[in-house]
């Protein structure tokens, strides 16, 4: 038996072959989901002032799309009034190398930026990390104190773990090979991200907050971007070192402001403080320039730890809501 595809007769054998691969094709043109970008922004690393590969991820996910000199990346949506700026936040605490010790082993110190909680160093004993050397990302492992070793000895002090404890493991032998994975002092180092979804919606990853709050908002640059303008115009834009003196915000007041308003979407941990959200008139007196600020942010349980855990069902909800805004 032959069907016509097209202009030529095919076997009906070989088109069933054929429907498969028009589906995979179908499904590839298909705009990801708020949970498809989550899984793919948080498990990117974005040490503060270390931002570059998130911003690279960020600027193939909005065609138009670029960086300015500050890092950011920034898209243009409309022409008009009024003028308004849409932000997220994309930095994340972390450490960099500090030393590259002659036996192999890596120290680690904080990079610069606020740190999350008071426990966060006690997060890296005996975890997997991975360091961005020059050719790519390298896996470690920060070493724990030997039981064997240490028996018989008097205990060790009582002291919490903190970051001038980690040894790094990477397998070498000695600084040279060390040195011939790419690795060199003040190369960005994070626990290795394995972000994890289960149960009904959740997502569990450090910074799920903030990945998943960037998430819905690139959601709502790809449909902008598709045909659905906002009223006036709108720059969205993805900001680099908010931790560190919030310099990729201060960038775009100075460079594309005076703007109406500014939204700023993000995560909310429970470590952080209620008053960081809805109206901001500090932030607003700090950077004339942003007009009115407003924050919205996205909750998340276990704040600051490698399974802060957020609902992508909130995350859609806050799609909703800055959807919303554009028509105000």
């Given at each position: 038996?032959?069907v ?8 009906a054998a070989?088109?069933?072959?054929l ?17 498809d ?7 990117i690393?974005a ?22 000199r ?12 009024p003028k ?10 972390g ?13 680690l110190r ?11 160093d ?8 991975t ?28 002291a ?14 000695g600084?040279a090979?060390?040195e ?11 626990l ?13 990853s450090?910074?799920?907050g ?22 006036g115009s ?20 100075n460079?594309r402001?005076p703007?109406?308003?500014t ?12 008053e960081?959200?809805?109206?901001d008139?500090?932030?607003a007196?700090?950077w ?11 909750p ?5 730890s ?23």
């Amino acid at each position: 038996m032959t069907v016509t595809f097209g202009m030529f007769p095919l076997p009906a054998a070989l088109l069933l072959l054929l429907v498969p691969v028009f589906h995979l094709r179908a499904q590839s043109r298909a705009e990801p989901s708020v949970l498809d970008l989550a899984l793919r922004l948080a498990s990117i690393p974005a040490v503060t002032g270390y931002e570059q590969a998130m911003v690279d991820t960020l600027l193939r996910l909005l065609p138009g799309a670029r960086r300015d000199r500050a890092g950011n990346a920034v898209l243009m949506l409309g022409r008009g009034q009024p003028k308004r700026l849409l932000v997220c936040p994309i930095d994340e605490p972390g450490y960099v190398i500090g030393n590259v010790r002659e036996d192999g082993y890596l120290t680690l110190r904080r990079a610069p930026g606020q740190v999350l909680t008071p426990l966060f160093d006690q997060q890296l004993e005996g975890h997997r990390v991975t360091i961005q050397g020059r050719q790519g990302p390298v896996p470690g492992v920060v070493a724990v104190r030997s039981v064997h070793l240490t028996r018989g000895r008097p205990p060790p002090s009582d002291a919490p773990f903190t970051v001038d404890d980690a040894f790094v493991d990477v397998g070498a032998a000695g600084s040279a090979e060390a040195e011939s994975l790419g690795i060199s002092v003040l190369a960005p180092v994070t626990l290795t991200k394995r972000p994890h979804s289960y149960g009904d919606s959740l997502l569990a990853s450090p910074m799920a907050g903030r990945r998943a709050a960037c998430a819905a908002l690139v959601a709502v640059a790809r449909g902008w971007g598709a045909g659905r303008k906002p009223r006036g115009s709108v720059t969205v834009a993805f900001v680099v070192e908010q931790q560190l003196g919030q310099r990729g915000l201060g960038t775009l007041a100075n460079e594309r402001g005076p703007f109406e308003s500014t939204l700023i979407v993000d995560g909310l941990s429970p470590v952080d403080p209620p008053e960081v959200t809805g109206r901001d008139a500090e932030l607003a007196k700090r950077w004339p320039p942003l007009g009115a600020v407003w924050r919205l942010r996205l909750p998340a349980r276990y704040g600051g730890s490698p399974v802060e855990t957020v609902s992508l069902k909130q995350a859609h909800s806050l799609r909703a809501r800055v959807e919303s805004w554009r028509k105000r």
